[in-house]
């Protein structure tokens, strides 16, 4: 949200996984985004359960505005068979339908948000068509979804060699979600379309670089980390799967797009953070590297004589548990930060975690500094952090180009398209196919 017109957010208690705190947006204001932001406010869950939930809510809204648009964009759900009908009603229903089956404990908050979203629809054949277009797309949506690997249980032992992930202290705890890396996604191609390259050597200078970084500025009591560095760090480490949604939600507020224009973004933009979920996880459990803790406390074995051990080193706060490389905050910020750049302005803004609020200049920034800060906490190496920006920023630009969510061409414009093609066909045919998220 731009700073000028939203300068206080909501503040409330942060829990594990606890999400930011939705801003001033009401029934009366546009479906699409009503509905997002209060799942945002509602949905429980980890990170890879809202990624995909919120994924799942906005195709199935897509779908269901494009009908009530008559087919303005490319369809994600195909073959359904739906009368269009009143685009609040349709969103609503769609919207309900899904978060209802994905997160039943809510029901009750979700049956009252469509029975007040409903309350403004006028009766008649168009509601209906609406509420029945909406039914039909999420029905589509749950089916599409339903044998998607996320329940699937996997076994995964850890590893004891050098390098390797193992339960990090204090907890210990499973390696999380293993069968993450095997979800189906909902754009890309291959769960491994964008693997990042292995992490460096043991024995390499970058690791080395990266090990006497995370050691100095990631430790708990760390004498170089900066006062804002500390509060970056502890403000992202509370953000979750929804956080790039809440962000999406405040800055397509200020655009005062269509309520088509609504739906189109935020499905663009929730299905590449979902994908990135599941892209970070197939890099994770495909090189399970170990995190800055073990590393550090374990030098001694990595079999590098410029990495000194510290048996008591700890990070600003607790490790996640699951392997570091490479990192999902990083990967999924990204991947929005693309797709939200290339679809509405970038503006300066606010964001509030439980009772943390942090600034930033543009969108970018926020990537960045969200990256950085699992360095600044002492969990993930800086080569973690590069490696998920870049896939993301390659994600977000993949889920851009694919013609899922994007409008339909008028006939003029395929004309034009076409008269375009002829004039420039004599360079193009001496050119090789450009890959459109390279």
Not at 234 to 240: E, P, Q, R, V
Not at 372 to 387: K, T, V, Y
Request: proline share 6%; with cysteine; charged share 15%.
């Amino acid at each position: 949200m731009k700073t000028s017109v939203k300068a206080t957010l909501a503040l409330a208690t942060a829990l594990a996984w606890a999400g930011p705190i939705g801003a001033a947006i009401t029934v009366n204001d546009d479906p699409v985004l009503y509905w997002n932001d209060l799942a945002v406010r509602t949905f429980g869950g980890n990170p890879l359960t809202q990624s995909r939930a919120v994924a799942m809510v906005n195709t199935a809204m897509y779908d269901a505005v494009n009908r009530t648009y008559n087919g303005a964009g490319h369809y994600y759900n195909q073959g359904v068979t739906a009368p269009g009908g009143n685009v609040r009603a349709a969103a609503s229903v769609a919207a309900h339908d899904v978060l209802v089956a994905v997160d039943p404990s809510h029901a009750s908050t979700y049956d009252a948000a469509l029975a007040s979203s409903l309350a403004l629809v006028g009766a008649g054949m168009a509601k209906a068509n609406g509420q029945a277009t909406g039914a039909a797309y999420a029905s589509a949506m749950l089916a599409n979804r339903q044998n998607d690997g996320s329940t699937a249980v996997v076994s995964y032992t850890p590893g004891t060699l050098p390098g390797q992930w193992r339960p990090t202290p204090p907890n210990n705890l499973p390696a999380a979600a293993p069968q993450w890396a095997d979800v189906k996604p909902f754009l890309m191609m291959a769960n491994d379309q964008f693997r990042a390259a292995p992490p460096p050597a043991l024995t390499s200078a970058e690791y080395t670089a990266a090990f006497n970084e995370v050691k100095a500025i990631g430790a708990h009591d760390s004498a170089i980390r900066t006062v804002d560095q500390t509060d970056s760090a502890l403000f992202w480490d509370t953000s979750n799967g929804l956080t790039w949604i809440r962000i999406g939600v405040d800055v397509i507020a200020d655009d005062h797009l269509s309520t088509f224009n609504n739906a189109r973004v935020l499905a663009k933009l929730s299905t590449a953070i979902a994908d990135s979920f599941v892209s970070v996880w197939d890099t994770k459990y495909e090189y399970n590297f170990w995190r800055p803790i073990t590393a550090i406390r374990g030098a001694g074995t990595d079999g590098n004589d410029d990495t000194e051990a510290d048996a008591n080193w700890s990070p600003l706060f607790g490790t996640p548990n699951h392997p570091s490389y490479a990192s999902a905050h990083s990967i999924q910020s990204g991947a929005a930060a693309a797709v939200l750049l290339d679809l509405v302005a970038d503006q300066s803004f606010c964001n509030t975690i439980g009772p943390d609020t942090r600034c930033f200049a543009g969108l970018a920034q926020a990537a960045q500094d969200a990256a950085d800060s699992r360095l600044w906490g002492g969990i993930h190496w800086r080569f973690d952090n590069e490696a998920g920006l870049t896939a993301g920023g390659q994600i977000g630009r993949f889920a851009l180009a694919q013609d899922a969510f994007n409008p339909v061409p008028e006939p003029a414009s395929w004309a034009m398209m076409i008269m375009g093609f002829g004039i420039a066909g004599a360079t193009m045919r001496r050119r090789m196919p450009r890959v459109a998220y390279a």
